[in-house]
């Protein structure tokens, strides 16, 4: 790890604080997940980039559901293969700082309809950067583009049996399904109590305490592109 940057066993435990009106949501997956889309989807308009016009840059938008603010943070592949390792450390970092007001739910996205690639990696990557306690707040989301809701009821027959029932243990084996192709305030609002029932079983949002720097202070930058303040207990 690059000097500077902030590590799993520097990171202090989290906390929950369950007073937070803000629902956030963290989407991460690989490149081509449906990721962005279902951004899109929670958002009820195109906000986030997608397709072609994918760009490996961590963004967060903000809505109104329901009389309920909803911001969405759209996460790039932490492991693409195209990004070397400082770009990738720079993302790690700037993850890390802009998600520092808590988190919701962090969502992992896999398509139905392919077979899974490293789904894995990722979460076992975003472990590492917010530490043990955020996997009580991920979930997965599974997402299709058919015509057809027959393939929401068979979610495990489209993937190696072994490795999804795997996947989906170290989740709690929380999920939820989206069909990125349709407007539906049903899956959205399903989506919504889901995140709540488990914010309230987990005593609210998911809060990262004090970041420790290794050797020097880390030069994290929010989504703004602004630095945060300077902390003299650092």
Do not use: W
């Not at 435990?13 to 991460?28: C, Q």
């Not at 962090?106 to 917010?130: R, Y």
């Not at 809060?207 to 020097?216: A, F, V």
């Amino acid at each position: 790890m690059a000097e500077g940057s902030t590590s799993a066993t520097e990171m202090s435990e989290s906390s929950s604080r369950a007073d937070d009106p803000v629902i956030r949501i963290l989407l991460i997956g690989r490149k081509g997940s449906g990721k962005s889309s279902s951004g899109n989807t929670i958002l009820g308009e195109k906000r986030f980039k997608v397709g072609l016009n994918y760009e490996a840059e961590i963004h967060e938008e903000v809505t109104q559901i329901g009389g309920k603010q909803v911001a969405v943070i759209d996460c790039p592949d932490l492991l693409d293969p195209d990004l070397n390792e400082e770009q990738q450390g720079m993302m790690k970092e700037q993850l890390v700082s802009g998600c520092s007001a808590g988190l919701s739910s962090v969502l992992l996205t896999v398509p139905l309809e392919e077979p899974l690639q490293n789904e894995q990696e990722i979460l076992d990557c975003v472990k590492c950067l917010f530490g043990p306690e955020i996997q009580k707040y991920i979930m997965i989301l599974f997402t299709y583009q058919c015509e057809s809701d027959q393939t929401i009821a068979e979610p495990l027959t489209q993937h190696d049996q072994a490795d999804l029932q795997r996947l989906m243990t170290e989740c709690g084996r929380k999920f939820h399904c989206f069909n990125n192709r349709i407007k539906s305030d049903d899956q959205i609002q399903g989506l919504l109590q889901k995140i709540e029932g488990k914010m309230l079983e987990n005593g609210g949002n998911f809060i990262m305490k004090q970041l420790k720097r290794s050797n020097s202070k880390a030069n994290l930058v929010n989504f703004s592109g602004e630095s945060p303040a300077a902390d003299p207990d650092l």
